[in-house]
């Protein structure tokens, strides 16, 4: 079946514009995180979402970043006012549970660059 | 605040078995532990995972040791497409959700 989906793979964008990332998760996962990879470093923990509820929020880096997952499928990540150290891959992961023996499972990422 | 440490690179020869290890010596007794791959350009790979007993499957074994102080992946014939970033995560649980804590990764090289 289809894995999880990140959309668009590549974002160029000058500094100060909002940029928006999506996410489809696997059909019928109820969990759903996002993590920021800087390069050459492992991915860092930003949110999580239980359906539609954001129940985990502690790892944004700062008020300019939203996500948001109205239907508990489709996820946005946002981004306001960018700035170039906002310049990372942005990995989406869902899992079938809310638990933490089940797997996470990643989609490729969007790529993001800060001009 | 990783939770794992990891050598930072291996090499190991195509058909051998690589065996990486990890260092989690302050997680918590509810706490996975997790191992994923990532290839340049893709998103991490989910390999095996286990709590506290030893654990199989078609791509990989993970060794847990008795105090869950540590655990070892092994690859038992490695190939050239096994060459990857291998993480060794915690799966941090607090307050009914959970989240990854990826350690900084060993880089695997197989050599031909």
């Known amino acids: 079946g289809a894995g999880v989906s990140q959309s668009p793979r590549y974002k160029v964008a000058k500094r100060g514009q909002d940029v928006a990332l999506r996410c489809d998760p696997i059909?019928?996962?109820?969990?759903l995180f996002w993590y920021q990879q800087a390069l050459g470093q492992g991915p860092e923990f930003l949110t999580y979402?239980?359906?539609?509820?954001?129940?985990?929020k502690s790892g944004l880096p700062s008020d300019r970043f939203f996500a948001e997952r109205p239907e508990g499928s489709v996820s946005t990540l946002k981004i306001q006012r960018t700035q170039q150290e906002d310049s990372a891959v942005y990995l989406c992961?869902?899992?079938?549970?809310?638990?933490?023996?089940?797997?996470?499972?990643f989609g490729d990422g969007t790529r993001l660059s800060i001009l | 605040d990783a939770k794992t440490t990891q050598p930072p690179s291996m090499d190991c020869a195509e058909g051998r078995a690589a065996n990486l290890p990890c260092n989690h010596s302050?997680?918590?007794?509810?706490?996975?532990v997790y191992w994923y791959r990532q290839i340049h350009s893709q998103g991490p790979q989910y390999i095996i995972h286990g709590l506290k007993n030893n654990e199989t499957n078609e791509m990989a074994s993970l060794i847990i040791t008795e105090d869950r102080k540590s655990s070892t992946l092994i690859l038992p014939h490695a190939t050239l497409r096994d060459t990857a970033v291998y993480y060794c995560?915690?799966?941090?649980?607090?307050?009914?959700?959970?989240?990854?804590?990826f350690g900084t990764g060993t880089r695997l090289k197989v050599l031909a």
């Open positions: 992961a869902s899992s079938l549970g809310t638990g933490p023996g089940q797997p996470q499972h």
């Open positions: 059909s019928g996962h109820v969990s």
């Open positions: 979402f239980q359906n539609e509820a954001q129940l985990d």
């Open positions: 995560i915690a799966a941090l649980t607090t307050s009914g959700t959970y989240k990854y804590i």
């Open positions: 302050t997680i918590s007794g509810n706490e996975y």
